[in-house]
């Protein structure tokens, strides 16, 4: 296995390591029990989206309308509240309104040709704004103690944690155990020739955006109960934090390559150091700026990998061939 591949992972993961262990011995309480469950909690979001989105990254493609899929589906569901419906009707309505706004970029992308990052821009501003036509500026709370409590609570582990956990799994094995991630692979690296592998790069596009926007909705759900507040500006800006993470992880802006272990370390490296800077009482600005940072570096550091390696194996040849010469 490639170094992009292999290295990159261990390398964000011992980072991750790092990262962790400094932080637990000069922040304060970011060691804590309590700090422990504000961090899975600040990582929620961030760990949910980032599922779908590598699978769109993967193939060569981006999504970057998640994180105002979140806040309209947080503000229908604060509407559908004051209406008086349950939240046991609200939240499969909020996962199958998800789902639709994914299917609407979906279709623009697969049946239109129009390119994603264009797409999921124009449609990043257009569910913003419905959010805000839908709610307003206003906040609606006092959801059910049954269900805030349950995403907020858990000792000593959260229990969204366990949620994050088996979607993973979930993610991990068809990413990674299944013709299924192997088409992908094969659509990012080259579209053209896994339609003639018999992949159909189209419809998979469109699955995973509908996939996107379901789990954006379920992120939008657990924001909500959360905080006990449905507002249509929630989530906003977390997906540059996703694609950081995501690009952190190792996987290609380009398609074709990068795994989920790699990106689930990306996660929690990206959320350890927020959550420690905010503890360290950094402002948000400053925090937007280390998120910009690392999303640059997400995009060069594997790149420059690569050219270093390139160079390397080329240097290695040349002295092969040098030596052959030579005798």
């Known amino acids: ?29 970011f060691a804590s029990s309590q700090n422990f ?26 999504d970057l309308s998640v994180a105002s899929t979140l806040g309209l589906c947080s503000a229908v569901m604060g509407s559908l509240w004051n209406a008086g419906l349950s939240i046991e009707t609200i939240i499969p309505l909020c996962l199958l309104l998800g789902a639709v706004l994914g299917a609407i970029n979906g279709l623009f992308v697969t049946v239109l040709g129009l390119p994603s990052l264009a797409v999921t821009i124009g449609t990043l501003a257009l569910y913003r704004g419905l959010a805000f036509v839908v709610l307003g500026d206003g906040a609606v709370a006092d959801f059910p103690a049954l269900y805030t409590d349950w995403v907020t609570g858990g000792s000593p582990i959260p ?25 992908l692979y094969a659509v990012g690296a080259s579209e053209q020739a896994a339609r003639f592998a018999g992949v159909r790069p ?21 924001w909500t109960l959360r905080y006990s507040s449905a507002r249509a500006d929630n989530g906003a800006g977390l997906e540059l934090a996703v694609v950081a993470a995501v690009l952190l992880g190792g996987v290609s802006i380009f398609g074709g390559r990068g795994t989920l272990p790699g990106v689930l370390a990306g996660v929690v ?13 950094v402002s948000n600005e ?21 050219a270093a390696q390139k160079s390397f194996q080329r240097r290695q040849r ?10």
């Open 159 to 183: 229990n969204v944690l366990y949620l994050i956990v088996v979607l993973a799994i979930v993610f991990g094995l068809i990413l990674h155990a299944t013709p299924i991630g192997r088409n």
């Open 202 to 222: 189209g419809r998979t596009k469109f699955w995973l955006y509908v996939a996107s926007g379901a789990v954006a909705g379920l992120a939008g759900v657990l």
């Open 37 to 62: 469950g504000f961090l899975v909690l600040d990582l929620l979001p961030i760990a949910l989206v980032a599922l779908p989105m590598t699978f769109i990254i993967v193939t060569g493609e981006i």
């Open 286 to 306: 400053a925090l937007n700026v280390v998120t910009g940072a690392l999303l640059i570096i997400s995009v060069l550091a594997p790149n420059a990998v690569s």
């Open 1 to 29: 296995m490639s170094l992009n591949k292999r290295g990159w992972d261990t390398a964000i993961i011992a980072l991750t390591l790092v990262v962790l262990v400094i932080a637990s011995g000069a922040v304060d309480n």
């Open 318 to 327: 040349m002295l092969l061939s040098e030596r052959t010469d030579a005798s």
């Open 269 to 281: 490296l990206l959320a350890s150091l927020q959550n420690a800077l905010r503890l360290s009482d």
